[in-house]
Nanobody, 126 residues
Protein backbone atom coordinates (compact mmCIF):
# COMPACT_ATOMS: atom_id res chain seq x y z
CA UNK A 1 0.00 0.00 0.00
CA UNK A 2 1.39 3.40 -1.02
CA UNK A 3 1.50 5.64 2.02
CA UNK A 4 2.84 9.11 2.79
CA UNK A 5 2.70 10.45 6.32
CA UNK A 6 3.46 14.06 7.13
CA UNK A 7 4.53 15.40 10.51
CA UNK A 8 6.13 18.47 12.03
CA UNK A 9 3.45 21.08 11.61
CA UNK A 10 2.48 23.42 14.40
CA UNK A 11 2.05 26.95 15.58
CA UNK A 12 4.90 29.42 15.25
CA UNK A 13 5.39 33.15 15.32
CA UNK A 14 6.42 35.08 12.23
CA UNK A 15 10.14 34.75 11.66
CA UNK A 16 10.24 31.32 13.24
CA UNK A 17 11.10 27.92 11.78
CA UNK A 18 9.55 24.50 11.40
CA UNK A 19 10.74 21.28 9.81
CA UNK A 20 8.20 19.07 8.12
CA UNK A 21 8.81 15.38 7.49
CA UNK A 22 7.25 13.07 4.94
CA UNK A 23 7.71 9.34 5.52
CA UNK A 24 6.99 7.24 2.43
CA UNK A 25 6.30 3.54 2.10
CA UNK A 26 4.78 1.03 -0.30
CA UNK A 27 6.68 2.06 -3.42
CA UNK A 28 10.22 2.27 -4.80
CA UNK A 29 11.32 5.57 -3.38
CA UNK A 30 14.11 6.16 -5.91
CA UNK A 31 11.62 6.05 -8.79
CA UNK A 32 9.73 9.09 -7.59
CA UNK A 33 9.95 12.76 -6.92
CA UNK A 34 8.45 13.87 -3.64
CA UNK A 35 6.82 17.26 -3.46
CA UNK A 36 5.15 19.49 -0.92
CA UNK A 37 2.06 21.47 -1.78
CA UNK A 38 -0.08 23.59 0.49
CA UNK A 39 -3.70 24.55 0.73
CA UNK A 40 -4.98 27.52 2.69
CA UNK A 41 -8.68 28.32 3.18
CA UNK A 42 -9.98 30.40 0.30
CA UNK A 43 -6.74 30.13 -1.66
CA UNK A 44 -5.62 28.03 -4.58
CA UNK A 45 -3.45 25.00 -3.99
CA UNK A 46 0.20 25.91 -4.37
CA UNK A 47 3.11 23.64 -5.21
CA UNK A 48 5.82 24.68 -2.78
CA UNK A 49 8.82 22.48 -3.40
CA UNK A 50 9.83 19.16 -4.91
CA UNK A 51 12.87 16.89 -5.00
CA UNK A 52 13.87 13.98 -7.19
CA UNK A 53 14.75 10.95 -5.10
CA UNK A 54 16.91 9.82 -8.01
CA UNK A 55 19.26 12.76 -8.59
CA UNK A 56 18.26 15.36 -6.02
CA UNK A 57 16.94 17.93 -8.51
CA UNK A 58 14.96 20.50 -6.56
CA UNK A 59 12.20 22.97 -7.33
CA UNK A 60 10.99 25.89 -5.23
CA UNK A 61 8.07 28.20 -5.74
CA UNK A 62 9.09 31.85 -5.92
CA UNK A 63 7.13 32.51 -2.75
CA UNK A 64 9.46 30.31 -0.68
CA UNK A 65 12.82 30.59 -2.43
CA UNK A 66 15.59 31.45 -0.02
CA UNK A 67 13.46 30.51 3.00
CA UNK A 68 12.55 26.85 2.52
CA UNK A 69 14.93 23.96 1.89
CA UNK A 70 13.87 20.50 0.75
CA UNK A 71 16.04 17.44 1.35
CA UNK A 72 15.76 13.70 1.05
CA UNK A 73 17.10 10.82 3.13
CA UNK A 74 16.76 7.89 0.75
CA UNK A 75 17.93 5.42 3.40
CA UNK A 76 14.89 6.37 5.47
CA UNK A 77 12.49 7.00 2.55
CA UNK A 78 11.85 10.39 4.08
CA UNK A 79 11.74 13.90 2.67
CA UNK A 80 12.10 17.01 4.81
CA UNK A 81 11.02 20.59 4.30
CA UNK A 82 12.94 23.05 6.44
CA UNK A 83 10.96 26.26 6.66
CA UNK A 84 12.71 29.36 7.96
CA UNK A 85 11.67 32.99 8.21
CA UNK A 86 8.04 31.94 8.23
CA UNK A 87 5.40 34.50 7.35
CA UNK A 88 1.68 34.59 8.17
CA UNK A 89 0.97 33.94 4.48
CA UNK A 90 2.69 30.56 4.85
CA UNK A 91 -0.21 29.43 7.02
CA UNK A 92 -1.78 26.39 5.35
CA UNK A 93 -2.14 22.65 5.49
CA UNK A 94 0.96 21.15 3.94
CA UNK A 95 0.77 17.89 2.04
CA UNK A 96 3.51 15.71 0.60
CA UNK A 97 2.90 13.80 -2.61
CA UNK A 98 4.71 11.28 -4.79
CA UNK A 99 5.19 11.86 -8.52
CA UNK A 100 6.66 9.50 -11.08
CA UNK A 101 9.96 10.92 -12.27
CA UNK A 102 8.71 11.26 -15.85
CA UNK A 103 6.37 14.00 -14.60
CA UNK A 104 9.13 15.99 -12.95
CA UNK A 105 11.85 18.07 -14.59
CA UNK A 106 12.69 20.51 -11.82
CA UNK A 107 11.44 23.47 -13.85
CA UNK A 108 7.96 23.55 -12.39
CA UNK A 109 5.90 21.78 -9.79
CA UNK A 110 4.70 18.45 -11.21
CA UNK A 111 1.12 17.30 -11.77
CA UNK A 112 -0.46 13.87 -11.53
CA UNK A 113 0.52 12.71 -8.06
CA UNK A 114 0.38 9.00 -7.51
CA UNK A 115 -0.45 9.50 -3.85
CA UNK A 116 -0.48 12.11 -1.11
CA UNK A 117 -0.79 12.20 2.64
CA UNK A 118 -3.33 13.64 5.03
CA UNK A 119 -1.36 16.83 5.52
CA UNK A 120 0.03 18.69 8.49
CA UNK A 121 -1.18 22.11 9.60
CA UNK A 122 1.20 25.05 9.79
CA UNK A 123 -0.01 28.22 11.47
CA UNK A 124 2.15 31.34 11.52
CA UNK A 125 1.04 34.21 13.70
CA UNK A 126 1.95 37.83 13.06
Amino acid sequence: EVQLVESGGGFVQAGGSLRLSCAASGFTFDDYAIGWFRQAPGKEREGVSCISSSDGTTYYADSVKGRFTISSDNAKNTVYLQMNSLKPEDTARYYCAAYLLRYYSGSYYPRNPRAWGQGTLVTVSS
